[in-house]
Structures are given as structure tokens and as C-alpha cells.
């Protein structure tokens, strides 16, 4: 389900061998971040990944919503908003400074959903995609 996630926010996205390697090792041995199944009718209808990042210099901490994931089939029907809602609670349990998150790119739903719960776009983030050796 997350290459069907990823292949949705980019049409050309092709795991590399890392990521099919460390992905959901990397994010099941890391006591910071939960990952949730998101069920709808019995069915495994997406998932969610959120988490608690500390801050690089100051004493405080962040919480970051990584992944929502709804599989098409169970969109428009407020999955979204409910799993949102729930993992902001569960991260506003620790006491973040903020909680936060990304939006692709003409995600547009995305970011209907974010604004409707009170997220705002505060910066944008480029990417230099390929490096040099």
C-alpha cells in the first residue's frame, strides 16, 4: 500500500533498493513514530504514519504527520479528517512546540483537508533531486 501511495503523489516513483530494504524497518524500530492501519469496512483502507521529531538546536520538540494514506475506494467519506484528528490528539499528548507536515505539490485534496483542521503554509521546501558524486 505505501508504493501505491508513493506512486500516486509521483506516477514515476520506483522504490529503490534501500527503501524496499529499511522502509517499515526503519520506521518500526523507531519508538518516536507510530504507524497506524487505517480500517474501514473490515478492510484495510490506508494507513498513517506520525511521529515526535526533536528539535536540531532548541529544547523542544515537534509533532510531524509523515504519511495519510486513503486508498480511493474510501475517499470523501471523512476517513481522512477522523485519522487526522486522532493522530493530532495523540501527538498534542506530548506537548509539541507545533505539529506539522508536507503537502506534495498540486495535491490539492491535501490541502483542502490540512486547512480545514487549521494547518496553514508557512514555507515551501525545494529539492535538488539529483546530487552530484
Known sequence: MAERHFRELDPNFIPAQDWKLHYFNGILGNSRL?????????????????????????PRQSGVVYELYIAPEFRRQ???????????????????SKVQLEIM????????????????KTSERWVLRKTRP
Do not use: D, M
Open 105 to 120: 505539490e498540486n495535491n490539492r485534496a491535501g490541502v483542502a483537508l490540512w486547512a480545514s483542521l487549521g494547518f496553514g
Open 34 to 58: 507510530s504507524l497506524r492501519w487505517v480500517v474501514a469496512r473490515g478492510r484495510h483502507a490506508g494507513f498513517i504514519l506520525f511521529g515526535i521529531e526533536k528539535h536540531f538546536v532548541l
Open 78 to 96: 471523512g476517513i481522512a479528517r477522523a485519522c487526522a484528528l486522532q493522530a493530532i490528539g495523540e501527538l498534542q499528548r506530548h506537548n509539541p
